[in-house]
């Protein structure tokens, strides 16, 4: 059964401390995304990836996040120094490009306090 | 502007009966996809339907339904004799520039179905 794999599922961490989010796609998917789930602002994109580069990362705060895919079944979300704004949920899809869906994985619920 | 508008923030339907969630786009693309993602109460996200927009039907997909109007930029979600668990978060996005991008969602309908 593929499914996208995320790993924390749930993390609670303090104000300034690093946070590594981790994602395994799909094998034999070659775009990766990673998206961001708050009240307020809905679903918004940070970045995706396609055959491993990164397009886009125009969504994200460029001074305290960084997203990798340092090899095909791996992607990486950090966050350092994390702030009580970053609490959120953080989804990672990934997909065949082109107009074909993009499967979710569970989600890292993410709390900064 | 915003590219997806979903404009029902909640809907209330009986059990059995058939739904409609509203979606409209704003694009000056003409190779763009739309998608229907359903988020139940556990959080995932979960791959309803697909329309391209060079798609001469609507598409289908068991009992949903997209009913897509180009002219009107529109791509509603039908869902037909729903269930209760139907009951959930349902998101339109767009994906634009014949698959180049990411996906742009909307701020979801709340559907809860009852008995």
């Known amino acids: 059964d593929a499914r996208v794999t995320q790993t924390p599922r749930h993390k609670v961490t303090e104000m300034g401390q690093e946070v590594t989010m981790r994602c395994q796609p799909i094998?034999?998917?070659?775009?990766v995304f990673w998206y961001r789930q708050t009240m307020m602002q809905g679903l918004e994109l940070l970045a995706y990836?396609?055959?491993?580069?990164?397009?886009?990362d125009s969504g994200m705060p460029k001074d305290r996040f960084s997203a990798e895919m340092p090899d095909a079944t791996l992607a990486t979300l950090k966050i350092q120094p994390s702030e009580p704004r970053d609490s959120a949920v953080y989804f990672c899809?990934?997909?065949?490009?082109?107009?074909?869906?993009?499967?979710f994985g569970q989600g890292t619920r993410l709390t900064v306090v | 502007a915003q590219k997806i508008t979903q404009t029902q923030p909640g809907m209330f339907v009986q059990e059995k009966e058939a739904v409609t969630l509203d979606c409209t786009y704003d694009?000056?693309?003409?190779?763009?996809?739309l998608f229907w993602y359903k988020q139940p109460s556990s959080g995932e996200m979960i791959f309803l339907i697909y329309?391209?927009?060079?798609?001469?039907q609507n598409a289908t997909e068991g009992r949903y339904s997209l009913n897509f109007q180009k002219a009107r930029k529109s791509a509603n979600l039908v869902i037909s004799a729903s269930q209760l668990g139907d009951s959930a978060m349902y998101f339109c996005?767009?994906?634009?520039?014949?698959?180049?991008?990411?996906?742009?969602f909307g701020k979801g309908t709340h559907l809860i179905i009852q008995p």
């Open positions: 996005a767009m994906r634009e520039g014949g698959g180049a991008d990411g996906l742009t």
């Open positions: 990836f396609r055959n491993r580069a990164p397009l886009d």
């Open positions: 329309q391209g927009s060079y798609d001469q």
């Open positions: 899809a990934s997909g065949l490009g082109e107009n074909t869906e993009a499967f």
């Open positions: 094998l034999g998917h070659n775009t």
């Open positions: 694009t000056s693309d003409p190779s763009y996809g």
